[in-house]
């Protein structure tokens, strides 16, 4: 979803996906392109709240299922929670134990589906490496 800034942008690209350009949609696209690309629905909801006192945690997870529908960005599960990936380019990720930082991992060569899933239709991956950061690590 990293692509232009300005608003008309914001609301061409929804309406490209097929999605009406409301107030909170393009709320959450800014948010998505301005801040890390890693997020929660809760945190998501928390950074709206002050523009947004009514707005539900449930309205920002539709969203944000709305725009993983339509491509814009992509989820995948660390540490038990639920996180929205806003970097739709193959990579992989690594998640600190300890301060709960995630880093996107270049993936260099297109995986390699293992042969048990070679008749699947595979639709996306995940694959997440758990650890301690390196400030983490020397502490």
């Known amino acids: 979803m990293n692509?232009?800034?300005s608003t008309s942008d914001r609301q061409s690209l929804l309406r490209e996906h097929g999605m009406k350009a409301t107030p909170q949609?393009?709320?959450?696209a800014e948010l998505l392109l301005t801040k890390p690309s890693h997020t929660t629905a809760q945190q998501l909801c928390e950074q709206l709240k002050p523009d947004f006192p009514s707005i539900s945690q449930n309205t920002v997870y539709l969203t944000l299922a709305s725009f993983e529908e339509s491509g814009l960005l992509r989820r995948f599960c660390?540490?038990?929670k639920t996180i929205f990936d806003s970097n739709i380019t193959?990579?992989?990720h690594g998640?600190?134990?300890?301060?709960?930082v995630i880093e996107d991992v270049?993936?260099?060569?297109k995986t390699v589906r293992p042969k048990a899933l070679q008749?699947?239709?595979v639709e996306h991956h995940s694959l997440t490496w758990t650890g301690l950061c390196p400030t983490?690590?020397?502490e």
């Open 3 to 5: 692509e232009s800034h």
């Open 25 to 28: 949609r393009l709320a959450i």
């Open 78 to 80: 660390a540490d038990g």
């Open 90 to 92: 193959p990579h992989h």
């Open 95 to 100: 998640l600190c134990r300890a301060c709960g």
């Open 106 to 109: 270049p993936e260099k060569k």
């Open 119 to 121: 008749q699947w239709h």
């Open 136 to 138: 983490c690590s020397t």
